[in-house]
């Protein structure tokens, strides 16, 4: 059904038509949306046979999604930014025990300093947590990935986060097509859990494991998401053969057949970069995109294809690691070490905190990274002129006080006396 909604409820719509058993979460901006939306469809009984379970904190609500899920109910949750960190010792041990948890994360900046707003610090910190990620362009897109989502974690007995930028798209209000029950019922069956504790077959789960067996956990970790490279593409094209609309798979590419230059980005920046793309094709300059859906497990395999016929590649990141960089650029790297005339890389950081991207920046920085490629990271919209005067500031003053706050004032967004 075609409807004009919030991202927010439309995604709640498709979490509760994929008839979940136990919904525990803890209301943190910007997810809040989704959980009340599927607390008020419990309550009304639009969702049935759903038990909607209130907690003191993000890290009791992934607690209590573990016991559900090992009970062998289909099982979701959702959070955001410091409420994942909260409960992150949790993430670790939902993918140690095989759980196939749905969790639905609304991208936002780590603080501090506190930031409400869109970027993909959250989603990166738990990068290597074991859980399958996949990222949404379009509030359609969050619909369609949560309904293979759960699909996809049964099929493979592990834990997975649908990345769904902060605001950006859990506010926005836009048409979407919310399927009915009967479309989603023969698309996701009932639940069939792989491993169940039942008092009649008593097992153990989540046991100590030593070094004589520790390896092997990991590397079948490991085995199940390369399990999942492979059933990611089946499903994108089952559901598009039932559902008429291509959604999910591991990536899409976007003009890039002749392309000297091709944009590797994930999330709703690539709405954008793909309006760029068209004024600039318009003006005779040869570039495409890669939009990344599948971030874990990454697909090396079919980027490599996707970027074998362009000499340059941009990496756009919503966040980094400090001392480091992108934390897609070093994937995209890595995926193209060793290829023969593989494309120059470079990275791009962009949209931190909720900084708006701009069709105007990215056409700047696209143009110069095919006249002034450059080394390491490129900070985009970076003010040079209260960054320089800070490390001045810092360099003249033992006591220099808080950078946040000291950049707030010079700026003018909150004027402190000195």
Request: proline letters at 5%; one cysteine or more; hydrophobic letters at 45%.
């Amino acid at each position: 059904m075609l409807k004009q909604v919030e991202g927010s409820i439309s995604t709640a719509e498709a979490i509760g038509l994929c008839r979940p058993e136990v919904i525990c979460a803890y209301p943190i901006t910007p997810q809040t949306h989704i959980v009340e939306g599927l607390g008020r469809m419990v309550r009304t009984g639009e969702v049935k046979n759903c038990e909607f379970i209130n907690v003191e904190s993000e890290f009791g609500a992934l607690s209590a999604c573990i016991g559900s899920s090992a009970a062998g109910a289909r099982t979701y949750t959702a959070t955001s930014s410091q409420g994942l960190l909260f409960m992150a010792e949790a993430v670790y041990n939902a993918s140690g025990m095989g759980l196939p948890i749905v969790m639905t994360l609304g991208t936002r900046a780590i603080g501090a300093p506190i930031n409400i707003w869109n970027d993909h610090s959250d989603a990166m910190s738990m990068r290597d947590a074991g859980w399958l990620q996949m990222f949404a362009e379009t509030n359609q897109e969050s619909v369609d990935l949560h309904i293979q989502a759960f699909r996809l974690a049964e099929a493979v007995s592990m834990p997975i986060m649908v990345c769904v930028d902060g605001f950006i798209l859990t506010h926005a209000v836009e048409r979407v097509d919310v399927p009915t029950q009967a479309e989603v019922d023969a698309f996701l069956p009932p639940y069939d859990p792989v491993q169940v504790v039942d008092p009649k077959e008593p097992i153990s789960i989540g046991a100590m494991v030593g070094p004589d067996a520790f390896t092997e956990v990991k590397y079948l970790q490991n085995y199940k998401l390369d399990l999942a490279l492979k059933l990611i593409p089946e499903l994108a094209r089952e559901f598009k053969k039932k559902f008429d609309r291509d959604s999910g798979g591991l990536l899409r590419t976007y003009r890039t057949e002749d392309a000297d230059m091709v944009v590797v980005a994930m999330g709703s920046v690539n709405g954008t970069i793909k309006d760029v793309i068209d004024e600039m094709r318009a003006d005779g300059f040869s570039i495409g995109l890669v939009t990344l859906v599948s971030y874990r497990p990454f697909p090396a395999e079919e980027l490599r294809k996707a970027l074998s016929g362009c000499k340059q590649t941009v990496v756009v990141d919503r966040s980094f690691a400090i001392g480091m960089g992108g934390q897609l650029a070093a994937d995209v790297d890595h995926a193209l070490r060793n290829v023969d005339r593989a494309p120059q890389a470079l990275s791009v950081i962009a949209g931190l905190g909720g900084r708006p991207v701009s069709r105007a920046s990215l056409r700047g920085i696209f143009r110069k990274a095919k006249t002034e490629p450059w080394e390491g990271m490129h900070f985009l919209d970076l003010n040079q002129k209260i960054v320089a005067t800070e490390v001045e500031h810092m360099s003249s003053k033992r006591r220099s006080g808080p950078i946040a706050e000291n950049l707030l004032r010079r700026v003018s967004v909150a004027p402190v006396a000195e």
